[in-house]
């Protein structure tokens, strides 16, 4: 542990003194499993199954994306990231990328099996809810899976390039309408009920969660 600190260590001080490696990036390739046509599918139905991706590499870390994702969050780094210089630099958005790619696949153990944590209601169930509720932000949501321009996350030091204002737990709305989508945790949900009830009771403005 001691050993993997001080590598840790060094790694931030050449970030710091501006020596870090940049992120690489592969060309785009197509992954997907073939079952989905049948074993006897026709080739344009297998080929439906398959996505296309990029691998962003760092030093021995490899991450896998799907392009439509990578682009998702260059759209969001190119409207948030700060200083405004940093906007439109290829090699400031690989390296925030690559860091919010890197913590939510650390926060579920980094192996493919063990699901993405990105489940998200489609989007008719958001348009509902704007509709209906006038919701206008979600509370619960990563750069990858986010709907709306305004997000909360559980990381802000890697997703407020992205756009997010951090944790549920230190946002304090006085008026609006919110949707929350978390992880199905008994105790997190029951956590965030409790926080939902003291926010309603310390406004006399109109505010509204919708939880999922």
Same mark, same amino acid.
């Given at each position: ?17 501006? *020596?870090? *490696? ?7 390739? /197509? ?9 006897? =599918?026709? /080739? &344009? ?6 996505? +296309?991706? $990029? ?5 021995? +870390? ?5 392009? @439509? +994702?990578? &682009? *998702? ?8 990231? %700060? ?6 630099? /290829? ?8 860091? $919010?790619?890197?913590?939510? =696949? ?26 209906? #509720?006038?919701? &206008?932000? @979600? !509370?619960?949501?990563?750069? $990858?899976?986010?709907?709306?321009? %305004? ?16 944790? $549920?737990?230190?946002? *304090? ?23 939902? &009830?003291? !926010?309603?009771?310390?406004?006399? @403005?109109?505010? %509204? #969660?919708? !939880?999922?």
């Amino acid at each position: 542990l001691s050993k993997a600190c001080a590598r840790a260590h060094a790694t931030l001080a050449a970030a710091r003194g501006g *020596k870090s *490696k940049p992120v690489k990036m592969s060309a785009p390739f /197509e992954v997907g499993d073939d079952r989905r046509g049948g074993r006897d =599918g026709d /080739e &344009e139905t297998r080929t439906r199954g398959k996505a +296309t991706k $990029v691998a962003m590499t760092h030093g021995k +870390t490899r991450l896998e994306v799907n392009v @439509e +994702t990578l &682009e *998702k969050l260059r759209a969001l780094h190119s409207r948030h990231a %700060s200083p405004k210089q940093a906007r439109g630099d /290829e090699r400031r958005f690989r390296n925030d990328a690559f860091c $919010v790619l890197a913590r939510y =696949g650390a926060a579920r153990g980094t192996h493919h099996k063990a699901g993405t944590m990105q489940a998200a209601a489609p989007g008719a169930v958001f348009a509902a809810l704007r509709e209906t #509720f006038g919701v &206008e932000a @979600e !509370l619960c949501a990563s750069p $990858v899976n986010c709907r709306w321009r %305004s997000f909360g996350s559980a990381f802000l030091e890697c997703d407020r390039h992205f756009g997010s204002f951090g944790d $549920v737990f230190a946002f *304090k709305p006085t008026c609006g309408s919110f949707q929350a989508n978390p992880p199905f945790d008994s105790a997190f949900i029951g956590r965030l009920v409790k926080r939902f &009830e003291t !926010l309603l009771r310390d406004t006399n @403005e109109p505010l %509204s #969660f919708l !939880l999922i």
